[in-house]
């Protein structure tokens, strides 16, 4: 199977704040990559898929790049609605293996 | 709007067996994959099982193979996960989602979720 890592796995930041958050892939993935954004009690939202198409009705302050084994997920200007878990997913290759996630706080 | 509901989540004992449900609506249901995601209490997510939409594929999980069994009615909108032999790390809140419309596996809808407790 094809292991993904994230990092950091919590990052502090404010508001107006640019982040970045990083997914490893133990192997190719091509651009088969989604990224997730999932808040307390709620179900994940899938914001980025082909490791940079924008999901419709995202803001456009998100951003996803990378291909092969390395892809980030930037946030150019942290909104208080953006502090939550963001996952990554692989889905080129079964079985479709999610990051262990990275938890966006409030510093 | 597209809705996915979960159904039949609870406690159950070791051995045993629990059958899922989704139902779907506002979208064509037989136009698109299926699939089952879990998250175990406070940890990350797994993708669980899959199935095509005319439900002649399917496709588990290591740690789910020959335990549990992906369907769904297309005549009902309804998509289910018989889970047989449970053990106690398949507690975890289950999540039914939509595939992309282009078959690919990553998920663009999912359910709120029902609860899976496994335990003597």
């Known amino acids: 199977d094809i292991q993904m890592t994230q990092s950091p796995s919590t990052l502090s930041a404010s508001v107006g704040d640019r982040v970045t958050i990083t997914c490893r892939a133990s192997q190719s993935v091509s651009t088969w990559l989604a990224w997730y954004q999932q808040k307390p009690g709620k179900a994940p939202k899938l914001l980025i898929y082909?490791?940079?198409t924008l999901e419709s009705g995202v803001p456009s302050r998100f951003s996803g790049s990378g291909s092969g084994t390395e892809f980030t997920l930037t946030i150019s200007s942290l909104q208080p609605d953006d502090f939550a878990i963001y996952y990554c997913?692989?889905?080129?290759?079964?079985?479709?293996?999610f990051g262990q996630g990275t938890k966006l706080e409030i510093k | 709007e597209v809705q996915l509901l979960e159904s039949g989540g609870g406690l159950e004992q070791p051995g045993r067996s629990l059958r899922l449900s989704c139902t779907v609506s506002g979208f064509t249901f037989t136009n698109y994959a299926m699939t089952w995601v879990r998250q175990a209490p406070g940890k990350g997510l797994q993708w669980v099982a899959g199935?095509?939409?005319?439900?002649?594929?399917?496709y588990y999980a290591d740690s789910v193979k020959g335990r549990f069994t992906i369907s769904r009615d297309n005549s009902k909108n309804t998509l289910f996960l018989q889970m047989n032999s449970l053990r106690a790390e398949d507690t975890a809140l289950y999540y039914c989602a939509r595939n992309d419309f282009g078959g690919n596996w990553f998920f663009d809808y999912w359910g709120q979720g029902t609860l899976v407790t496994v335990s003597s």
């Open positions: 997913q692989q889905y080129w290759s079964y079985s479709y293996t």
């Open positions: 199935i095509a939409s005319g439900g002649g594929s399917t």
């Open positions: 082909t490791a940079s």
